[in-house]
């Protein structure tokens, strides 16, 4: 019988399982908004921070993270809160977590190091066929974080995962 | 806040009135082009500035919060007109496309200077969200400097629309940086800036856009800021929009969905 620690690694481990519920391939923790963990004996606080300010999935991933964290028996006392202590930005998000955008068919937003222009926006190679040949057809897409793109050379339509600042 | 004495609060309230209230209610105007926007992309870029914007509003709504003021909803939703501190500017209804797309130029730009400048501000929860929302903001204004050199440069006739939607938008413009009485401690304290600033920061930035347009601003001996939304003097727009705004709130508070 093995002991599991609870330690700030392990919560952030079980973390990997909660996905963002409009992108269910990416867990909150490669998404980037996980800021913050806490273990102090059988409490355990967590700290998120909105993707956008405006995004209405915010308190349904407070309450899965306390969902998660509730089955584990060691836990007692669990804290969510969400806060701009530290702000999201898109350089935030892992390399996981840039595939597990891909595999739900979402151009990862491209590394901007604080700089972001159109120019920017409009270098997103298609998550289909890979071909730098694309237009930006909108920045807002069909949610808060997603641009509108088209493949002049699949000739597919697609959508981009938005560089933020 | 330890840093604040009761002075630096009422002066940080009465930003945060300012901010919260033009978010919310620009929000909504947004909204009205929900399922009527021109073509599909900008019917979606305009629904989505709206959801921005409400977020936005929600979040200063709960600095207030923290200050001692009620709960974001019953901020938002339960006050008459006169108790609003937004600009007249942005209680316009949206009227046609073009001075929705001009009044999106004029104050996003504004805004996005403002939670530039509030980047810097020794309140610091209020710096810290600065930042997020600065990130947020520049898609609207990439958007609206987009429309306005397209637009101006497109014929005749939308070019011919987009002068007369700045005419008529310029004044109210200049509403935004109506002064108010906390100025000077606003300044003093490191909060904010204030508004004679943000609008000299302004000007600077859009002037050259405008006369990249190939447009032009109203002489300056014309500029008659409509100032009095900051201090509860709205027009009659803005009851109606509130009226609509809360229906839901009225008829059931605790609604959910």
Known sequence: MSTTVIDSDFIREILLEVKDPEIPTISIVDLGIVTDIKVD????????????????????????????????????????????????????????????????????????EG??????????PCPYCGSRNTTLKSPFGPTLCRSLHYCNNCLQAFEGFKPVG | MDFFNENHVNAAKDLLYKMADDQLII?????????????????????????????????????LHELGEADADTVAFTRNANQFHCCQFVEFPIGEYDFSLVRHFLFDMAEYIRFEMLTGSSYENLARIAKKYKGEIKYHTMHANTWLQQLSHGNEESKARMQSALNDCWNLALGIFERGEYESVLNESGIFAGEAELQEKWLETILPLIEKAGLSVPEKSEWSPVYGGRKGFHTEFLQPLLTEMTEVYSIDPTAEW
């Open chain 2, 27 to 63: 929000g909504h105007r947004n909204s009205e082009w929900t399922g009527l926007g021109p073509i599909l992309e900008e019917d979606i870029a305009f629904s989505s500035m709206a959801q921005d914007k409400i977020g936005q509003s929600e979040h200063l709504y709960n600095l």
């Open chain 1, 115 to 124: 700089y972001l222009e159109l120019d920017v926006l409009s270098d997103t």
């Open chain 1, 41 to 112: 004996g059988d409490a355990v606080y967590v700290q998120l921070t909105p993707t956008f300010a405006g995004c209405p999935a915010l308190k349904i991933m407070e309450q899965m993270v306390r969902d998660r964290l509730a089955q584990e028996p060691g836990i007692a006392k669990i804290t969510v809160e969400t806060t701009f202590d530290k702000q999201w930005n898109t350089d935030m998000i892992t390399d996981a977590g840039r595939e597990a955008l891909l595999k739900h068919g979402l151009a990862p937003p491209k590394h901007h």
